[in-house]
């Protein structure tokens, strides 16, 4: 006799990947009612159907422009192959697609797209932004007063509602003309690569063009190096980076959240 593990394992076996539908209903033995029009097989396949739908459909609301941009079949071939390779392993649904966009980096007949993955971790950064819990405010007055040597290891915290990714492609303008309210509009890879920062402030989200400084000097302090290392780091990516335009842009905006220094 199987036990309750083997079963499981094979049920959600069938679920996932589609194994064939006699041999998981013998595995599991399943119960028949005697008013059931349906065999095991068939009750099998209709909790499939459901499960594969419910994460498509989850997929479809967390990647809308993705879905517009492919058109909806090919988005639903594109769904039942994620959820056969990267199905749900937990039972919060907000944590499921979150590797979409490297699925799509190597799925096949995408060559004439090839903005389409950073278009899915821009997406990818709004979803994330949107359910994560509101994080702390930086204590300005408590930075103003460190001494030199507090500053010399003045370190950052970055705000949890914030993500700021880079991209060869202009993701963002794609994103913004495939929004509900925007007009049948066109843009030209021609336009270049963008960074950009992806804000929540209450259920507001913000997006944020950057310079190559900023976004390195963003990108350096999410690596917890000291702010002095940060600056450089920065200025080396953009000679002309205006630093304190910078640390007060990310105060503003509440890209960081706290700071620490060595007693």
């Known amino acids: ?65 993705i879905y517009k941009l492919t058109g909806e079949e090919f ?11 990267h199905p749900s392993r937990t039972g919060n649904l907000h944590d499921f697609g979150d590797k979409f966009a490297g699925f799509l980096q190597a799925f096949p007949d995408l060559e004439a797209l090839p903005y389409l993955p950073d278009v899915a971790r821009l997406e990818w950064a709004y979803h994330q932004v949107f359910h994560t819990a509101e994080d702390g405010v930086l204590n300005l007055s408590a930075l103003a007063a460190l001494d030199e040597k507090q500053t010399a290891s003045l370190t950052f915290q970055l705000s949890n509602c914030c993500v700021w990714l880079t991209s060869d492609y202009p993701v963002l303008r794609i994103w913004q003309v495939n929004q509900n309210d925007q007009e049948e509009l066109t843009v030209s890879l021609d336009e270049g690569g963008v960074q950009c920062v992806v804000l929540r402030h209450g259920q507001q989200i913000e997006f944020y ?31 002309d980076c205006d630093i304190a335009a910078a640390l007060q842009f990310l105060a503003e905006k509440k890209i960081v959240s706290g700071f620490s220094h060595s007693s």
């Open 75 to 85: 988005f639903q071939h594109v769904a039942r192959e994620y959820i056969r390779h």
């Open 209 to 239: 063009p950057l310079s190559v400084g900023v976004f390195t000097l963003i990108d350096s302090l999410a690596k917890n190096n000291v702010f002095a290392q940060a600056c450089e780091d920065a200025l080396e990516a953009e000679a």
């Open 1 to 65: 006799m199987n036990t309750l593990r083997e079963q499981q394992r094979c049920f959600a076996q069938f679920v996932v990947a589609g194994d064939d539908e006699s041999f998981v209903s013998e595995t599991l033995a399943l119960k028949q009612s005697p008013s059931s029009h349906f065999k095991d097989a068939q009750r099998l396949q209709i909790y499939r159907n459901n499960f594969v739908i419910s994460l498509r459909e989850a997929l479809m609301g967390v990647y809308p422009v």
